[in-house]
């Protein structure tokens, strides 16, 4: 499974690049905007500087809601770098800009999917990637991981290479379960990829190693 990192800040991508497990990179809108990103030119200048940290897609979301918009600032993103993958809202127009994008070879994130119908529509019109929120349906009392599993199974059957991105995901359980059931790809804050290395009985573990090597040493 891979493992992208859902942040627009450059100094948490660098930490989990450093850490040797990072697949990628998903930013969007509100990401940008609480790192204060803003305007044309510097939105831009931030995609380069995340570029030029991973080796890895870089997930850019257009702003654009209608097709020629769409299709105008998708096209001007995937010029920018290889490694830009252009994040398409689900949405009539977007379903069609993804379909256009597919044709000219360049990959795409299917992104705010909340249903098997949705990432169905997006697998077909020959999305890259398709991301559904599974935190954003906890918490509405609506079974995240189910939908991963929906999505999953159908993929399945019909043999879509649409990768599946579980996004909006919170905490390192979220993680465990798309991997038990096959996600591709999640994309989590850097809390909760971190969350991954923690347990109790490592650091005691760890502790009474060294203790008893600096006994058995006469320290
Ligand atoms: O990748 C989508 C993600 O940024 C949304 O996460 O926690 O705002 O639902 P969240």
Redesign the pocket.
């Known amino acids: 499974m891979k493992f992208f990192i859902?942040t627009a800040n450059l100094a948490q991508i660098q930490e989990a690049y450093d850490l040797g497990v990072l697949d990628g990179v998903?930013t969007?809108p509100?990401?940008m905007a609480k790192e204060g990103i803003t305007g044309h030119d510097n939105i831009i200048k931030h995609y380069l500087a995340i570029c030029d940290i991973v080796d890895a897609d870089v997930s850019a979301e257009v702003i654009a809601t209608d097709y020629d918009g769409i299709i105008e600032e998708g096209t001007k993103l995937a010029a920018l770098n290889e490694k830009i993958v252009v994040k398409v809202p689900m949405i009539k127009d977007g379903v069609k800009a993804i379909k256009y994008f597919a044709s000219k070879g360049i990959k795409t994130n299917c992104?705010l999917v909340f249903s098997a119908g949705q990432a169905l529509l997006a697998a077909k019109a020959g999305a890259t990637y398709v991301?559904p929120?599974v935190?954003?349906l906890d918490?509405v009392s609506t079974d995240g991981m189910q939908l991963i599993e929906d999505i999953r199974l159908i993929f399945d059957n019909y043999g879509y290479e649409t990768q599946i991105l579980a996004?909006?995901v919170?905490h390192p359980m979220h993680i465990i379960q798309c991997a038990k059931i096959g996600a591709d790809v999640i994309?989590a804050p850097l809390s909760a990829i971190a969350a991954l290395l923690k347990h109790p009985l490592t650091d005691s573990g760890l502790a009474q190693f060294l203790a008893d090597h600096a006994k058995a040493a006469g320290k």
């Open positions: 859902d998903t969007n509100s990401l992104t991301s929120f935190g954003r918490d996004a909006s919170r994309t």
